[in-house]
């Protein structure tokens, strides 16, 4: 066992001994108590709760427990025959999700194939600036497949009854050994297609397959200070690839709208605010777009082009729900395009009165220029 890497069993915080339902409830309550959602301001939250997932899928499958509790964690190393994703994940071979007819072409499958459709689902989710930095709640609307509500997945028509299939005894897999090979290969019952019962009355509405495709809507919460890319994973709201499996999961990825104003940098908000000649020169107090609608910014005299005055506090809340950041305004000074008889006159005639004296970066910057080139 890697020194990084604990025991499964010490994860969840049972025994060796503990019963499914128990494996069950463990993962349950720490996975609720460890979260990434309900622990935002923890960094380590996510990566406790991935190790809480990765135990739990070895402790709730009977075939990787097993080999766990033979060979530890070398049953699920990188390389090993029996790791998962590896063609003799668990000591047996699947050949029914390889997709491959008869025993060469499942040998082939089990050697260069991975493994057949969990049912998991991607969907993006677009939301505004706004939205995005204060937390919201939205409706997500998509398609998926899940059981037939009219069967109840069963397949059959009302008043009908599926029958057992008698090949694989209710399994929906069919398992032989050959005899060049050290491990059991197992495949989708031929007979039944992998739902383990035959149905002689179909249902209408499913043709049979007890499963549909309907509309589905999720509220999906939004917590304030989200980036754009940021994914969030939920549980069972996939699509249920079979009747005899659970459904998969559902990954949304957040996208945030371009904002006319605002661009965001981590959690302080920029935007350019233009100023006049005049209040850049003797101070003014202007109007400015805040994200909590219009704000006050003072300029002090003698403000520069370019330069970045800061509203505190008025930026996206931080992530671990204390404070905000900051409002950076960048002023741009505004040049008038046209001047009447009379500015231009005072224009002018300030020009002749000031000279270079009130121009401390113009003269340094001719200066330099000038010893640049004698």
């Not at 709640?137 to 509500?149: G, M, N």
């Not at 709208?257 to 908000?269: A, I, K, L, S, Y």
């Not at 330069?307 to 996206?316: E, I, N, P």
Request: with cysteine; glycine share 12%.
């Amino acid at each position: 066992m890697s020194q990084s890497q604990r025991d499964h069993y010490e994860v969840l915080g049972i025994g060796r001994g503990a019963t499914p339902e128990e494996v069950k409830a463990a993962f349950r309550k720490l996975a609720s108590q460890h979260h990434p959602d309900r622990n935002q301001g923890d960094p380590n939250a996510s990566t406790r709760f991935k190790e809480l997932n990765a135990s739990y899928q070895v402790l709730s499958d009977p075939q990787r427990r097993s080999l766990y509790d033979r060979f530890g964690h070398k049953a699920e190393a990188p390389g090993s025959p029996f790791s998962a994703g590896s063609p003799f994940e668990g000591g047996v071979v699947d050949l029914g999700d390889l997709g491959f007819d008869g025993i060469l072409g499942d040998l082939l499958g089990a050697f260069g194939v991975g493994r057949g459709d969990r049912g998991d689902l991607k969907q993006d989710l677009e939301v505004s600036f706004e939205e995005a930095a204060f937390g919201c709640t939205k409706e997500l609307r998509y398609d998926r497949v899940t059981s037939c509500a009219e069967c109840r997945g069963s397949g059959a028509a009302a008043g009908s009854v599926p029958e057992s299939c008698s090949a694989c005894h209710g399994r929906g897999r069919v398992r032989f050994q050959q005899g060049f090979l050290p491990i059991a290969v197992e495949r989708t019952c031929p007979r039944c297609r992998g739902t383990g019962h035959l149905v002689h009355d179909a249902c209408t509405t499913c043709r049979a397959s007890g499963l549909v495709t309907s509309a589905n809507t999720l509220e999906v919460t939004i917590p304030p200070g989200v980036e754009s890319g940021a994914t969030r994973l939920v549980t069972g709201a996939g699509n249920r690839p079979r009747t005899d499996r659970p459904a998969g999961d559902l990954e949304i990825t957040i996208h945030v709208r371009p904002h006319p104003f605002f661009r965001r940098v981590n959690d302080d908000v920029t935007c350019h605010v233009p100023i006049s000649f005049v209040q850049a020169a003797l101070g003014a107090e202007v109007d400015v777009p805040t994200l909590d609608g219009k704000g006050k910014l003072r300029v002090p005299a003698g403000t520069q082009p370019g330069s970045v005055l800061r509203l505190r506090g008025q930026g996206v809340p931080h992530r671990g729900g204390v404070g905000r950041g900051d409002q950076r305004v960048e002023v741009a000074l505004e040049v008038p395009t046209s001047l009447s008889p009379r500015q231009r006159e005072l224009l002018e005639a300030y020009a002749k009165e000031t000279g270079e004296d009130v121009l401390p970066q113009q003269k340094s910057f001719m200066d330099k220029l000038k010893e640049l080139f004698d």
